[in-house]
């Protein structure tokens, strides 16, 4: 059974930084594709960032060049890294695992197998 914790949210102000960590077990991290989203009340779970097996990464417009999404293997985790966050990024965060056979694109949430808990990312202005 795959299991994954988050940690590391938190209350920041605009231009601060923060970062998440997603801790997953029962699997061998190498062979998973490690996406994070968010979700505010009342919107759809949408993509943030991707880490592929390939440790390839993909980020949604919106973040690209203030989060980085980065994994070791060999702790099981991933992270993402926020900096010169916005109040727009007030969000819960999720990261999910999609193990083979991968899903299609890496933004659907349909994809991923497991998720985590959430962790919750508020952003002061």
């Known amino acids: 059974q795959v299991q994954l914790v988050e940690s590391g949210g938190g209350s920041v102000q605009a231009g601060g930084s923060l970062r998440l960590s997603c801790a997953a077990s029962g699997t061998t991290l190498r062979r998973v594709r490690m996406g994070w989203f968010r979700q505010t009340p009342g919107k759809e779970r949408e993509a943030v960032a991707v880490?592929?097996?390939?440790?390839?990464?993909d980020y949604v417009d919106s973040v690209k060049g203030r989060f980085t999404v980065s994994r070791d293997n060999s702790k099981s985790t991933v992270y993402l890294r926020m900096t010169n966050l916005k109040p727009e990024d007030t969000a819960t965060y999720y990261c999910?695992?999609?193990?083979?056979?991968?899903?299609?694109?890496?933004?659907?949430?349909?994809?991923?197998?497991?998720w985590g808990q959430g962790a919750q990312v508020t952003v002061s202005s």
């Open positions: 880490s592929h097996v390939a440790t390839t990464t």
């Open positions: 999910a695992a999609d193990l083979p056979p991968y899903g299609g694109s890496w933004r659907s949430p349909d994809g991923y197998n497991y």
